[in-house]
């Protein structure tokens, strides 16, 4: 079991930056790769940026390569997500989740076994 946590969202204007941080509970974090996706108002949920569970392979999506990055310390049992640059369509709540993914499966929200809240987070023109 894996208890995640997301926090660091807010409003900011456009070409701001703001980290996202993943907290999870559980000895077995490192165990698992983990993903960033982000979902607005009427929309699907979309892929981000997803990180192996070793911090080795990271996978961007095409809107936010370049401006994103995701990293992790498994000893702190916590993923980041570092956006910089960001823009109004960038508007979502942002969640992260966890779990045992390989290839491209890992942009596919119905492959992630663990889930936070979410954190929403809103950038203005």
């Known amino acids: 079991q894996v208890l995640l946590a997301e926090s660091g969202g807010g409003s900011v204007q456009a070409g701001g930056s703001l980290r996202l941080s993943c907290a999870a509970s559980g000895r077995t974090f490192s165990s698992y790769g983990v993903g960033w996706f982000r979902q607005a108002p009427g929309k699907e949920r979309e892929f981000v940026a997803a990180i192996s569970r070793l911090g080795v392979s990271t996978n961007y999506a095409d809107s936010v390569k370049g401006r994103f990055t995701i990293s992790r310390d498994n000893a702190k049992n916590t993923v980041y997500l570092q956006m910089n640059s960001l823009k109004p369509e960038d508007t979502a709540v942002y969640y992260c989740?966890?779990?045992?993914?390989?290839?491209?499966?890992?942009?596919?929200?119905?492959?992630?076994?663990?889930w936070g809240q979410g954190t929403q987070v809103t950038v203005s023109s």
């Open positions: 989740g966890a779990g045992v993914i390989t290839g491209s499966a890992k942009e596919r929200p119905s492959r992630y076994d663990y």
